[in-house]
């Protein structure tokens, strides 16, 4: 029998154990509770440096707001779609996180009420289902299983209202991704280490230019975005699908 990994995060740890409980009274379904965002992750890494890693990952949509303060961050959190401020990180946050480090894990996002931004967040973040928290074990499972075949879970109710936020979104992008084409290789490259969180002395260090020089692209950036701020600049650069610049590999020099 092929057993099903689960892991449950959430900020109610009674919640967590109960579920985790409930679930595991299934033959083929093995879960670990986790009651933050902290203890979940250290469960995915070391499940994964076993070679057990886990299948789901059922995570609180209202997490702890625990998280590591170099985590990276999506355009969603950033912008406060999920609910939160810039620097407080939750259950679609984490989402991301996951899809990230742990691709072959499916993350479905537990919620206490309906949303339908929220949950066309969690699907931008990586999310395969959004469930509320008061649906019937059979139903919960009928999501597990359905994600491990990949399939995608949203309430009947919220499909319109997803499906609306999404198009906005898209539209958003769109927009987002024109300014950004209208960079030069050497202020994207900026743009790119204004991502990975890196400020002026460290992007002149890494690019091998004067600070006052990094300062000049940088205020360049920000006029073609039209933003006023390095935070607003990463936000509208993360819904144009620009990544942070790879810490790991040497800096190559553009025009």
Known sequence: MVRIRVLVADAHRVFAESLAAALAAEPDVDVLPAGSGHAALRSLER???????????LVDADLDRDMPAGTPVPAQAVSGSNGSSAGALGGISLTARVRSAHPQTRTVVLAARDDP???????????FGWVAKDSSLSRLLAVIRGVLRGETHLPPALLTGVLRELT???EHRTESEQLVESL?????????CMVAGLGRKAVAERLYLS????RTHMQNVLGKLGVHSTLAAVALARRAGVGPVDLGEPARVSG
């Open 117 to 127: 931004a929220r949950a066309a967040a969690a699907l931008q973040a990586g999310a």
């Open 168 to 170: 906005a979104a898209r």
């Open 211 to 214: 600070p006052h020089t990094v």
């Open 47 to 57: 499940a994964a440096a076993e070679g057990r890693r886990f299948d789901v990952f």
């Open 184 to 192: 030069t290789p050497r202020e994207h490259e900026v743009l790119r």
